[in-house]
């Protein structure tokens, strides 16, 4: 009798263990199945649209940059002392195009696409205005110190842009209507309270968002974005060292062209070879530079490069050979 008991027990747990078995099967079957094959098509091409789209509108980002960064090129930099305290109108522009973007944008994006689309434009941003100094070509001490100074008033926002979460007046405002929809109905007198505290709280944040001043010009989501940065640490990644450098890099039109020589013979590297010679090709008052420091630079950059007269020469055919075999 207890054989036989036993052997029901075990002849009951092997059929239980045999049931749930099929159901994990018939589960990981319907979870592999989820998307039809005649399906499949049209989801990797609208995985390869949305991969389009991304990068379009990094590329508008990035022509948003160089079109704001153009004025600031053709702008005097030979400033006096009440110039020198006034930004230019196109930087303040760029920050709130930025911003609006953002704001726009951002609810729709992934982190990670939005990441890749707007962790660009700080970048962007603090490489265009290194690439600037041939174009400006005249400035003085007061234009770098204004330079600088912008660099590090843009970088803040535009290097948090890529981290920055949904305005977070969004998230209060959905959240009080909710509390709202589940108050409609009569409740104690607690609830009362606690509906009369939340409001009390929800003026205070306005209060406290409107006190700062509107970057879109008129109250809207940008004095919440706003707000969220100026409470975001900074990066200090790649994009906060490329604002570093491009301020490091205008000091140096500041010292004498043999420092400029010195510092390019430790680290040539620091920048490329162009802009190096940018900086003793702009011409700043009271920094005479010579030939003899302009050859100096060059043999010292021709050095770390590698580039002898030889491959200069060929460099100068290959590229002469490259344009006479061009279509038309």
């Known amino acids: ?108 994006l992934q982190p990670a696409k939005r990441a890749y689309v707007f962790g660009a434009l700080g970048a962007a941003t603090a490489r265009g205005a290194m690439w600037l100094l041939p174009a400006i070509h005249d400035i003085n001490s007061l234009g770098v110190e204004r330079m600088i100074r912008a660099l590090s008033l843009l970088q803040p926002p535009l290097t948090a842009l890529a981290n920055m979460a949904p305005p977070p007046h969004t998230a209060a405002a959905a959240a009080a209507a909710s509390a709202a929809t589940s108050r409609q109905q009569p409740q104690q007198q607690t609830s009362a309270v606690d509906s009369t505290a939340a409001t009390v709280a929800a003026a205070a944040a306005a209060a406290a968002l409107c006190s700062l001043p509107c970057v879109s010009g008129y109250p809207s989501p940008s004095t919440a974005l706003l707000a969220a940065l100026l409470t975001c640490p900074e990066l200090r990644g790649e994009r906060g060292g490329l604002y570093d450098s491009a301020r490091s890099y205008y000091g140096l039109l500041l010292v004498a062209p043999e420092e400029v020589v010195r510092a390019a013979g430790e680290r040539p590297g620091r920048f490329r070879y162009a802009e190096w010679m940018a900086l003793m090709q702009a011409n700043v008052p009271h920094r005479p530079v010579t030939d003899v420091s302009l050859a100096a630079l060059t043999r010292c950059l021709d050095r770390a490069h590698g580039l002898t007269p030889g491959a200069k020469v060929a460099g100068v055919v290959g590229a002469v050979v490259g344009a006479v075999q061009a279509p038309a």
């Open 1 to 108: 009798g207890d054989g036989t008991a036993g052997g029901g027990g075990r002849r009951g747990g092997a059929g239980g263990g045999g049931r749930r078995g099929g159901r994990q099967q018939k589960s990981d079957a319907a979870g592999s199945s989820a998307i039809p094959d005649l399906l499949l098509p049209v989801v990797q091409r609208y995985v390869a649209l949305s991969g389009h789209c991304v990068r379009l509108l990094r590329l508008e980002g990035l022509l948003l940059v160089g079109a704001h960064l153009g004025p600031l090129a053709a702008a005097n930099h030979v400033c006096e002392e009440e110039e020198a305290a006034e930004l230019p109108a196109s930087l303040g522009s760029l920050v709130r195009c930025c911003l609006r973007c953002s704001e726009e944008l951002g609810p729709f």
